[in-house]
């Protein structure tokens, strides 16, 4: 089950690395009215909800963390799906909680990283087209 689970956290950080690739300096904080998030305020919450399914798994304390840099989002998103990943590399998740995942958060954040996709292409750096059913990715953060 947990192999399932790896793959699509491996799905996560490829598209979240699509994504986030035409990241440039005005892109963090484009803001395109209507009350629609800025990016930093998508991965911030992104990185909230990535804090709950690791709270999911392990039942430790959340801490609340306040918005940072565009590059300490990433790192800190990057680094929390990896957390993830060795969450259910080393632990057996019950299908219960691995569907519960899968159908929150997990679900969530790839919602999320749509928005981010469009908001690139609002900001003139549109996702090159890809069939993603055949893109390199393997279970795990990084194939591990």
């Known amino acids: 089950m947990n192999d399932s689970l790896r793959h699509l956290l ?3 950080a490829y598209r979240f690395n699509k994504s986030v690739q035409f990241a440039n300096g005005n ?3 484009l803001d395109i009215g209507h009350g629609v998030r800025k990016p930093i305020e998508i991965l911030h ?3 909230h909800v990535l804090s709950y399914a690791k709270h999911l798994i ?3 304390e959340r801490v609340k963390q306040t918005l ?6 990433v790192e800190l998103f990057k ?6 990943d060795q969450l259910a590399t080393t ?18 954040v790839l919602t999320h990283i749509g928005q981010l996709s469009m908001l690139s292409r609002i900001n003139a750096h549109p996702i090159p087209p890809e069939n993603f059913s055949i893109a390199p990715i393997s279970k795990g953060i990084n194939g591990k």
Do not use: C, V
């Open 91 to 108: 632990s057996n998740i019950e299908r219960a909680l691995t569907d519960r995942l899968i159908q929150g958060p997990l679900s969530d």
């Open 68 to 73: 940072k840099s565009w590059t300490a989002e």
């Open 45 to 47: 919450h992104m990185n």
């Open 27 to 29: 892109f963090p904080m």
């Open 79 to 84: 680094n929390q799906l990896a957390m993830i």
């Open 58 to 60: 392990t039942s430790e």
């Open 10 to 12: 491996a799905t996560i």
